[in-house]
C-alpha cells in the first residue's frame, strides 16, 4: 500500500449521510444510534436452494450463516428497529423454503422490535406472514431507505452489491463496501452467497458524479475508508 493510501485508512466507523450519522459495521450493517435502527440490504435467503432448482449445487447453509451473522449484530446494537433493504429473499417463493427452524430464528430476531420488509427487485411481493410490515420505501427524518439507489440526497440504498479492490502492501484485496459522498449511501450486500458489483462500473458513476465518493471497505478488523478513484 503506498503512504498515501495508507493514510486513508481509518478506525472510526462512522458515515455522514445528509444530516444524519451512522455506524457503519464491519458486518455490512448501518447502525442509526438517535433511532436506534439497525439496516441491512440484499440477504438473499435461500439463494443455495434457489441455485439448486436450477441443477447448481451449492452448500445449503447460506440462510443460517446469513441469520447467524444478522443476529450477531443485532446483539451488538439492540436495535428498536430493522429495515431489510430489499432482496431479503432470493427469488419470490424463497420464503416458502425456509426450514421451521429458521423462520424461528427470524421470529426471534423481530421479537420486541418494530421489523419492516423493503420489497426488492428478487421479492417484490412480500407475503405478509413473515413478522413484521412490508413498505415499498420508508422515510425517518432526512433519510429515505429503499432498495434501488435513486441518487436523491439522504437516501441509503442497496441492490448494486458494491464491492471494491485495492492494492496493499504489493497484494490485491477485493471486499464487500459501503459506497457513500456524504449525501448518500449505497449499501454492501449482508448475505453469505451474494455476490459484488465492482464500484468502478457504470452504474456507480450515475449515483455518484465525477467518482466523487469514498468505498468503506469491510477489513477484518475495521473499516477502510478509501477514495473511489484510488480503487480499481
Not at 493514510?7 to 457503519?24: E, G, H
Not at 419492516?116 to 412480500?126: K, R
Amino acid at each position: 500500500m503506498t503512504e498515501h493510501l495508507a493514510l486513508s485508512l481509518t478506525s472510526t466507523r462512522t458515515l455522514d449521510v445528509s444530516t444524519a450519522t451512522f455506524a457503519a459495521d464491519l458486518s455490512g450493517a448501518l447502525f442509526w444510534e438517535e433511532q436506534r435502527l439497525l439496516v441491512v440490504s440484499d440477504l438473499h435467503l435461500e439463494k443455495g436452494s434457489s441455485f439448486a432448482t436450477r441443477g447448481v449445487l451449492l452448500p445449503p447453509y447460506d440462510t443460517i450463516a446469513t441469520l447467524g451473522r444478522l443476529a450477531a449484530v443485532i446483539s451488538r446494537h439492540s436495535p428498536r428497529i430493522v429495515i431489510a433493504l430489499g432482496d431479503s429473499f432470493h427469488d419470490r417463493t424463497a420464503h416458502e423454503r425456509l426450514l421451521p427452524d429458521d423462520r424461528n430464528a427470524v421470529a426471534a430476531l423481530q421479537s420486541g422490535r418494530d421489523w419492516i420488509w423493503v420489497s426488492g427487485n428478487h421479492d417484490p411481493m412480500l407475503p405478509r406472514d413473515l413478522g413484521g410490515t412490508v413498505a415499498d420505501e420508508v422515510t425517518i427524518g432526512p433519510i429515505t431507505f429503499r432498495h434501488e439507489p435513486t441518487g436523491a440526497s439522504g437516501e441509503i440504498a442497496g441492490h448494486l452489491h458494491p464491492k471494491a479492490r485495492v492494492s496493499a502492501r504489493g497484494r490485491s484485496m477485493e471486499r464487500r463496501c459501503f459506497a457513500s459522498d456524504g449525501m448518500r449511501v449505497v449499501m454492501p450486500a449482508f448475505g453469505a452467497y451474494a455476490g459484488g458489483l465492482s464500484i468502478r462500473d457504470a452504474a456507480f458513476a450515475r449515483i455518484f458524479p465525477k467518482n466523487g465518493f469514498v468505498a468503506h471497505l469491510l477489513g477484518d478488523r475495521r473499516v477502510h475508508a478509501i477514495a473511489a478513484s484510488r480503487c480499481y
